[in-house]
């Protein structure tokens, strides 16, 4: 089995957000959780980028500041990459920007980004709307009303202690990252990677919620590009896999890694 395992986290999310997956891993997995821009905790309350380097701007900076990272971390061994919705943006992007970086990949909840320029322009301006709301309401206003989108219905039927982990991480942001994040890294400022998608030659297993009709078509467009790329469908879930469904989330990581554990 390859020793090195790369998991990158959703918007609001962190490094904890793994934690149920890792605890049905193997054990022997050598695992890296960074935390994305925006979401590291701060080191000084006046911080106005808590814990971050503040030079970074645009998304495809922050794609090769995490392709940094990993590269030091993983010390020239084999890595597979897992992205989750805004990780599996930035999972994607290293796999563009950096194609020796991973050997395979798991996507889940990931868009390739908007086609057309007239839908940047309008979601740039939806996330700098929430990226003033933060910064001008603070942080609870701001996760009540992400947390009422429909994208999370399905979250409504997990049990009150899952919820309430998941409510405790958000929670502990701050604001001015969050709104960093969005002005970065929100889907109107990301590249569009469609065009691309066939020069990734790694194995990318798209993973999917079957409640989750707008991703689930948005992966079946994903799979027909990818040279080497296999859908999985989970009954039941919705977009946050991950959080609905961590056992199957850890049971297809572990097989992904296994198959290349063979070939190698």
Request: charged share 25%; with cysteine.
């Amino acid at each position: 089995m390859t020793s090195k395992l790369v998991l990158l986290h959703g918007f609001t999310g962190g490094p904890a957000s793994w934690n149920v997956v890792r605890a049905h891993l193997p054990g022997d997995l050598d695992v890296h959780c960074p935390a994305l821009l925006g979401h590291a905790p701060p080191v000084h309350a006046d911080d106005e980028h808590p814990g971050e380097p503040r030079a970074i701007s645009g998304f495809d900076e922050e794609v090769d500041r995490i392709a940094r990272l990993v590269r030091d971390w993983a010390a020239g061994e084999s890595v597979h990459v897992v992205g989750y919705s805004l990780g599996g943006r930035v999972a994607l992007g290293l796999l563009i920007r950096h194609p020796g970086l991973a050997t395979s990949a798991t996507l889940i909840g990931a868009h390739p980004g908007l086609e057309r320029a007239g839908e940047r322009t309008i979601r740039k301006t939806q996330d700098e709307r929430r990226a003033r709301q933060l910064r001008s309401d603070g942080l609870q206003p701001f996760l009540a009303d992400w947390e009422r989108l429909p994208l999370f219905a399905s979250q409504s039927e997990l049990p009150a202690d899952v919820l309430e982990t998941q409510r405790a991480l958000r929670a502990s942001h701050d604001p001015r990252g969050l709104a960093r994040s969005l002005r970065v890294l929100g889907l109107g400022s990301m590249p569009e990677r469609w065009s691309v998608l066939s020069h990734i030659g790694v194995p990318v297993e798209l993973i999917v919620g079957a409640r989750d009709a707008r991703f689930l078509s948005l992966a079946r467009r994903m799979e027909e590009k990818l040279s080497r790329g296999r859908l999985v469908v989970v009954d039941g879930a919705g977009h946050n896999v991950p959080l609905e469904r961590p056992v199957v989330v850890a049971r297809h990581i572990e097989r992904a890694i296994r198959n290349l554990s063979v070939l190698a």
